[in-house]
C-alpha cells in the first residue's frame, strides 16, 4: 500500500479512539470547554450513563454564528495561537480536536449565543460524513452542546461500555474532581431526569468547605489540615488529612497543577513518601493538593487526555511537596500531643457559625509575577528552599503549630505592635476558636517573648568590647572567598571552601544523619577492582548516611537514600570516584569523598555567617574538634610599619 494522507474523517476517528475512551471523557472535555469560556454554572445532564445523551449547558461567552462551523474542525482553536502559547498554557483545554473527535464518533448539536447575537445559532454534525448544517435556534448567552448515540458508528467500542450504573460513576467522579478545583463554579449533574449532584457556588471559605464535605466527607473535614506553602514560583496550597486518617482505598486523592486535574507520578510519589512514616503497604493517604508554578516550567502537552504532566525542575517540585506536606503531619503529631492544645472541628465551625475570620484560601492564581522576596512567602513552618537566621529559627519554634484563631487577637494586642519582629510564619490548622480569656492569655505569652528576643536583638550592637573581648567577630565577606574575622585584636581570614568542606565533614559525623530518598535510584555496575572496594568501604557510605541495595551477583548496586547535605551533588560521579580508591578508614573516607564535591560560591554576608553559626553548633557535638585550625592568622605589622 502507497503512503498517503489519510481522509479527514478517519483521521479524526483514530484521534477519538485517545480522546474519547468513554462517556466521562466527553463530559471532561466538554465541561472544559465551558470552564475556559468563563461559565460560572454549568449543567451536565445524562441519559443511560452517557450511552445515549450528553448534554452540557453553561453560560459562558458562546461562540460567534461565523465560527460555529470551525469549532468542529480538527486543529481548531481559540485558546493558542503560537508556539510561545503552547508554552505557557493557562487554559484547560488547547488541542483543538476535543470536539472533532467526539463529532465524529456521535451525534453531536451544539447550539451557542454571544452577547452581542441577537438570535442564537445550531450547527449539526453526524458522524463519518461530518457534514455540518447551520440554522437558527433560541437560546440564551451561552453553549449547548448534546452528544447523542455515543460510538453509534463504531460498535466494536460500544460493545466496551459497561453498565450505565459504571459509566455513570465515572461520570459523576469527574464532575467531583472538577468542583473541588473551581469552588466558585455552581454545577448541577443529573442522570435520566433526575438530580443527582449540585454544588452551588463557594465564595467564602466556609462555603468551600461545605463543598468539600459534600465531596470528600465530613469525616475528611474533621481531620483534613490546611496547607499554605509557598516559594518563588511555587506555591502549595489544600488539605492533607491527619497521620492518623488512613484509607484502605485510594479514594481520596485530588491533585491539581495550575487548576488542572493530574495523576503524576512526582507528585504521588512525594505525597507517600511525606506519609511514609504512618502508613502501611495497604494504606493510603486523603488529600486535595493545588500545585501551582510558573506555566514556563510545565509541560502539559504530554498526552491526549492532558492527565499527564512533565516538570522542567521535577527535583525541585518533589523536594517542595515533599517538605510541604511533612511538615503539616509532623505540626500535627506535635499539636496532638500538646494536651492544651484548643483546637476545634471544621465540621462545627460549618455547622454552627460562620467564620469571623476566613482563612485566604482562594482557587490557586498564578504566582509567576516577579518575585518580591521573602514578604510574597507565607510558608506553612519552615521552608528549606529559602535560608533562615538564627533569630527566626528560634521564632519559628516559638510560632509554629499557631491555630489561626491566633490571627483574631485584636490589634491593640502585644502580638501587632511587636509583628515587626516577626517572619513570615503561616499555619497548618484545623481554624479553631479561641476564647477570650485563653486569647489574651496568649497575647501576654507571646509579649514576653517577642520583647526578650527584641531586646537581644537591640543589645548585640550596643555591647561594650570589654564585655566581650574573647568574643570571636563576623566583620565582612572578602570576595565572596573568605570571611574576616576578629578576636581581641587579633584578625583572621576563614576561606569558603574549607569551611564548607569541614560543615560536610562535620554533617556526616552525627550520630543520625539525616537522609533525603531519591526519587529515581541511581545504578552502578561494578568491575571486579570497584567490588572488593566497595565490600571495604560500604560499612563507611553507611556511617555517612548513604543507603544502598546491592546484587553483587550482578555485580551491581543501587543508591536509593542520600545524606540530606548531599542532595544536590553529583552522587553518580563522586560514588563512582570512591569506588576506584583503596581507604582503609572513615576519616580517609571522609576527606576523599568532601575533596570531590562543588562547592556552591557564597556571595552573601548573612549566608556565610550562617554556614559559620551552623558548623560551630556541629563542632560543639565533636568533643575533639577545634574550627582555629581553619583560621589564616592576619600581620598588620608590614602595613603599620610602612606608615610609620
Not at 460555529?68 to 483545554?93: M, N, P, Q, V
Not at 533569630?391 to 503549630?401: I, L, W
Not at 572578602?478 to 565533614?505: C, G, N, S, W
Amino acid at each position: 500500500m502507497p503512503i498517503q494522507i489519510l481522509p479527514p474523517q478517519l483521521a479524526n476517528q483514530i484521534a477519538a479512539g485517545e480522546v474519547v475512551e468513554r462517556p466521562a471523557s466527553v463530559v471532561k472535555e466538554l465541561v472544559e470547554n465551558s470552564l475556559d469560556a468563563g461559565a460560572n454554572k454549568i449543567q451536565v445532564d445524562i441519559e443511560n450513563g452517557g450511552a445515549s445523551l450528553i448534554r452540557i449547558r453553561d453560560n459562558g461567552t458562546g461562540i460567534p454564528k461565523d465560527e460555529l462551523s470551525l469549532a468542529l474542525a480538527r486543529h481548531a482553536t481559540s485558546k493558542i495561537a503560537s508556539i510561545e502559547d503552547l508554552e505557557a498554557i493557562l487554559s484547560l483545554g488547547f488541542r483543538g480536536e476535543a470536539l472533532a473527535s467526539i463529532s465524529s464518533v456521535s451525534r453531536l448539536t451544539l447550539t451557542s449565543r454571544t452577547e452581542s447575537q441577537k438570535e442564537a445559532w445550531q450547527v449539526y454534525a453526524q458522524g463519518r460524513e461530518m457534514e455540518t448544517i447551520i440554522q437558527p435556534a433560541s437560546h440564551p448567552v451561552g453553549t449547548t452542546v448534546e452528544v447523542a448515540n455515543l460510538f453509534f458508528n463504531t460498535p466494536a467500542r460500544r460493545k466496551f461500555l459497561r453498565t450505565d450504573k459504571t459509566e455513570f460513576s465515572h461520570i459523576d467522579e469527574v464532575i467531583r474532581r472538577i468542583a473541588l478545583a473551581k469552588p466558585h463554579i455552581a454545577f448541577t449533574l443529573t442522570h435520566n431526569g433526575k438530580i443527582v449532584r449540585q454544588y452551588k457556588s463557594a465564595v467564602d471559605f466556609s462555603q468551600k468547605l461545605k463543598r468539600i464535605a459534600a465531596i470528600c466527607g465530613d469525616t475528611f473535614i474533621r481531620h483534613a489540615l490546611h496547607i499554605d506553602w509557598k516559594h518563588d514560583d511555587l506555591h502549595l496550597s489544600g488539605w492533607v488529612a491527619e497521620p492518623h486518617f488512613k484509607r484502605s482505598q485510594n479514594d481520596l486523592t485530588y491533585c491539581y497543577v495550575n487548576g488542572r486535574m493530574v495523576r503524576d507520578k512526582v507528585i504521588t510519589h512525594a505525597i507517600r513518601q511525606a506519609y511514609a512514616d504512618y502508613l502501611g503497604s495497604e494504606e493510603y493517604p486523603a488529600y486535595i493538593l493545588f500545585i501551582d508554578l510558573n506555566p514556563n516550567e510545565v509541560d502539559v502537552n504530554v498526552h491526549p487526555t492532558k492527565h499527564e504532566v512533565r516538570f522542567q525542575q521535577a527535583r525541585l517540585v518533589h523536594d517542595f511537596i515533599y517538605q510541604g506536606v511533612q511538615n503539616a503531619l509532623q505540626t500535627s503529631v506535635e499539636l496532638g500531643r500538646n494536651e492544651t492544645a484548643t483546637v476545634q472541628s471544621l465540621t462545627s465551625q460549618v455547622a454552627n457559625e460562620p467564620f469571623q475570620t476566613p482563612l485566604q484560601v482562594q482557587e490557586p492564581q498564578g504566582l509567576w509575577q516577579p518575585n518580591q522576596g521573602s514578604a510574597n512567602r507565607a510558608a506553612a513552618g519552615r521552608n528549606i528552599f529559602q535560608p533562615m537566621s538564627d533569630y527566626a529559627e528560634r521564632n519559628e519554634r516559638n510560632t509554629v503549630g499557631k491555630s489561626t484563631a491566633e490571627k483574631n487577637i485584636p490589634k491593640e494586642s502585644a502580638v501587632e505592635k511587636s509583628a515587626k519582629f516577626t517572619p513570615h510564619v503561616a499555619y497548618y490548622t484545623k481554624t479553631s476558636s479561641i476564647s477570650k480569656t485563653a486569647r489574651q492569655t496568649y497575647g501576654e505569652l507571646l509579649q514576653t517573648t517577642q520583647t526578650a528576643i527584641a531586646s537581644n536583638i537591640q543589645s548585640v550592637p550596643e555591647m561594650p568590647f570589654e564585655q566581650s573581648s574573647h568574643i570571636l567577630r563576623t566583620l565582612a565577606l572578602v570576595e565572596h572567598k573568605a570571611l574576616l574575622l576578629q578576636q581581641d585584636q587579633q584578625f583572621y581570614l576563614l576561606p569558603m571552601k574549607r569551611l564548607q568542606q569541614t560543615h560536610i565533614q562535620l554533617s556526616l559525623q552525627q550520630n543520625n544523619v539525616p537522609q533525603q530518598a531519591l526519587l529515581i535510584p541511581i545504578m552502578f555496575r561494578l568491575n571486579n577492582d570497584q567490588q572488593a572496594h566497595w565490600k571495604q568501604q560500604k560499612i563507611f557510605f553507611a556511617q555517612a548516611g548513604f543507603d544502598f541495595n546491592e546484587n553483587l551477583v550482578q555485580h551491581r548496586i543501587s543508591l536509593s537514600k542520600v545524606p540530606s547535605c548531599l542532595r544536590q551533588q553529583n552522587l553518580q560521579q563522586c560514588v563512582g570516584n570512591l569506588l576506584n580508591q583503596n581507604i582503609d578508614n572513615f576519616t580517609q573516607f571522609l576527606t576523599a569523598l568532601c575533596h570531590q564535591l562543588d562547592y556552591a560560591e557564597i556571595d552573601i554576608f548573612s549566608d556565610a555567617v550562617n554556614l559559620l553559626s551552623e558548623t560551630e553548633k556541629l563542632a560543639q557535638q565533636q568533643a575533639e574538634f577545634d574550627l582555629s585550625p581553619l583560621f589564616i592568622a592576619i600581620d598588620w605589622q608590614t602595613y603599620l610599619a610602612q606608615e610609620q
